[in-house]
């Protein structure tokens, strides 16, 4: 069975830059190790990445987001240091959930990364939508919401839609 790691928006302005939080950061050396984990076993890695361009604010979501994030080419639009490695895919998407995923073949994923409550959440029920007979799962240790109280609801939401949460 072919696995996937989909490391969601682990970019610079989530993690430490214009919306990041201190549990964003404390989940950057887990994910490291996760995405260690799956290039060791020969696995599928794919990156998504948050991406808008410099009218973000006049768009609906930046309407309701104030916060400039993820500008293409910045800074904080880039992928952490020491996350990429070679080989990866990488998916821009301009809003929360790649609706695309069909087009990929995907029989076991596995979901880390920023932010549980928009992102991770969205990407994880549009994958469990198209792929029904997948093995869906999220490791809740490598991954942080915009509030731990969003982040633990978010996890919930997606439990009951037969998405496996691990870790602790």
């Not at 104030?66 to 880039?78: D, Q």
């Not at 809003?95 to 409550?117: I, K, Y």
Request: proline content about 5%; hydrophobic content about 40%.
């Amino acid at each position: 069975m072919k696995k996937t790691l989909i490391v969601v928006d682990m970019q610079n302005d989530f993690i430490d830059m214009a919306l990041g939080t201190p549990e964003a950061v404390a989940i950057v050396p887990r994910v490291k190790q996760k995405i260690a984990q799956y290039v060791a076993a020969g696995d599928e890695i794919i990156f998504t990445r948050d991406t808008h361009t410099e009218q973000y604010l006049d768009t609906p979501e930046g309407k309701k987001l104030p916060v400039p994030h993820c500008i293409r080419g910045t800074r904080g639009w880039e992928i952490a240091d020491g996350l990429y490695v070679d080989g990866a895919k990488i998916i821009d998407k301009p809003n929360f959930g790649w609706p695309h995923w069909a087009n990929e073949h995907l029989e076991s994923v596995e979901l880390v990364g920023l932010c549980t409550d928009i992102c991770v959440v969205s990407n994880a029920l549009i994958i469990k939508a198209t792929f029904p007979d997948a093995a869906v799962s999220v490791d809740r240790s490598c991954c942080a919401g915009v509030t731990p109280e969003s982040h633990e609801a978010a996890l919930t939401t997606m439990q009951m839609c037969q998405i496996d949460v691990t870790g602790q």
